[in-house]
C-alpha cells in the first residue's frame, strides 16, 4: 500500500500526469484540487520537456483541460472554483491572465476575446481594467483587429466614466479614439452634456481640458454656445459661437439681437467688437450669407458714427481748411449709409426702432 499524496508525487516526478491503477477508482490524478495557475506551473515545472518553450507548454495545458480535461479551466477569479474545475467550458470567458500569457505565445491571439469584461469581472459594464491593459499592450505593439474594435472599447469606457460624474477623465479616454470624426463627435457630445459643470468655481478643470488634453477651443466653445442660447445670454452666445468658428449663426445672433440692443440703448461698443472681428479676413465674410446687407451696414454705421464725433470733438482745435477736408471725405461714407440703411432686414419691432435711430442718427452726420 502506498499513501494516496505520495504517489501523485512520484507520479508528478516521473511526468505523468494521470496515473491509471487497476481500475477506475484508484486512478492517481496528480492536478486534482489545484487551481489553473498551479495546474499550469505544474506542467511548466515537470510535466513539460525540459527543452519545451512557454508556447509548447502552454499547448500542452490547453490540451490538457479541452481534450482530456484532468486538470482546472482557466476560469477567471469571479469564477473560479477553488478546487479546479474539470468542466472544459467551451461556452464561459476564460482568465485574463491566461490570455495574457497566450498573447506572450502568440501576438496574433485575440486582444478582444482577451480585454472583454468576463474574462476579470463579474460585471459586464466594467472597462477599467480593460482599457488600461490594452494601452499597455497597444505600447508594447499589440494591436486589435480593427480600429472599429479599438474605438468601441473608448466609447464603453468612457461612457462608464461619465456615468460616475467623471466626465473630464471621460473627455480624456475618448481622445484616443482613431476615427477623426467619431473623436470630435463623441468628445463635443459629453462637452454638451457636462459644460454647465464648468463654472468660476473649477475653472482649472477647464484650463485642463484645453492645456492639458489640448481639446480644441471651438468643440469647448460650440459646447458653451448650447448653454448660452438655453440661458437666453445672447451676448455670451455671440462671443462662444465667434470662438467655435460658427460665423454665419454669430452673425444672426449679432444682428437680430445684440445689434439693436447695442443701437438702442447707444452702447455700440461691444457691437462693434463682434463686428470687427466678423470683418476682419474676407475668408470669414465670404462665409456669412447677408453680411452686405445686414452686418455690414452696422458696422459702417458705427465706423461712420465714431469718425464724425471725433471730428466734432476736435472742430475748435482744427484749422478750418482740414475741418472742411475732414467733412468732405466723410460725405460719401455717410451718403452711403444713408442708401444702405432700408436695406436692413426688420422682422422684430425692436429691430424697426434700431433702424430708425440710424436713420436718425446718419441725418444728424448729413447735417454736420
Known amino acids: 500500500f502506498i499513501d494516496p499524496d505520495r504517489l501523485k508525487l512520484f507520479s508528478l ?10 481500475s477506475e477508482a484508484v486512478t492517481t490524478n496528480t492536478l ?29 495545458y490547453e490540451q490538457a483541460w479541452r481534450l482530456q480535461p484532468y486538470c482546472a479551466r482557466p476560469q477567471p477569479k469571479y469564477s473560479e472554483d477553488p478546487e479546479g474545475c474539470l468542466d472544459d467550458g467551451l461556452d464561459s470567458s476564460l ?23 468576463a474574462s476579470h469581472t463579474s460585471d459586464p459594464l466594467d472597462f477599467r481594467t480593460s482599457w488600461f491593459i490594452y494601452r499597455i499592450l497597444e505600447s508594447l505593439g499589440y494591436k486589435m483587429s480593427s480600429v472599429a474594435s479599438h474605438d468601441k472599447l473608448c466609447l464603453e ?18 481622445l484616443h479614439i482613431q476615427d477623426t470624426g467619431m473623436r470630435k463627435q463623441s468628445v463635443e457630445r459629453v462637452l454638451g452634456s457636462s459644460v454647465a459643470n464648468l463654472d468660476d468655481t473649477n475653472q482649472h478643470r477647464e484650463q485642463w481640458i484645453l492645456e492639458t488634453l489640448r481639446v480644441p477651443v471651438p468643440w469647448l466653445a460650440k459646447a458653451k454656445a448650447v448653454l448660452a442660447r438655453v440661458q437666453g445670454n445672447h451676448e455670451e452666445l455671440a462671443q462662444q459661437l465667434l470662438k467655435a468658428e460658427d ?24 457691437l462693434l467688437a463682434f463686428l ?29 458714427g465714431s469718425a ?5 470733438q476736435n472742430n475748435s482745435d482744427m484749422d478750418p481748411n482740414l475741418l472742411r477736408y475732414e467733412f468732405e471725405r466723410l460725405k460719401p461714407l455717410v451718403t452711403n449709409l444713408c442708401r444702405s440703411i432700408g436695406n436692413l432686414p426688420v422682422n422684430t419691432s425692436k429691430q424697426r426702432l434700431a433702424q430708425s435711430e440710424i436713420a436718425k442718427q446718419a441725418a444728424h452726420y448729413m447735417r454736420a
Open 95 to 117: 482568465d485574463i491572465k491566461y490570455h495574457i500569457i497566450k498573447l506572450y505565445s502568440d501576438r496574433s491571439h485575440s486582444l478582444e476575446s482577451t480585454l472583454t469584461p
Open 308 to 312: 464724425v464725433d471725433k471730428v466734432l
Open 276 to 304: 470687427q472681428q466678423l470683418s476682419s479676413e474676407e475668408e470669414i465674410i465670404q462665409q456669412i450669407p447677408g453680411w452686405d446687407t445686414e452686418g455690414k451696414i452696422y458696422l459702417e454705421f458705427l465706423s461712420v
Open 247 to 270: 460665423w454665419s449663426e454669430a452673425h444672426k445672433v449679432i444682428v437680430e439681437e445684440l445689434a439693436p440692443s447695442a443701437i438702442l440703448s447707444q452702447d455700440p461698443q461691444s
Open 157 to 174: 469606457f468612457a461612457s462608464q466614466l461619465e456615468k460616475l460624474g467623471l466626465w473630464h477623465w471621460a473627455v480624456f479616454v475618448l
Open 32 to 60: 486534482t484540487g489545484l487551481d489553473w495557475q498551479r495546474s499550469l506551473s505544474q506542467h511548466l515545472w515537470y510535466l513539460a520537456s525540459p527543452l519545451a518553450s512557454v508556447p509548447d507548454t502552454l499547448a500542452m
Open 13 to 22: 516526478v516521473a511526468g505523468q500526469p494521470v496515473q491509471n491503477g487497476s
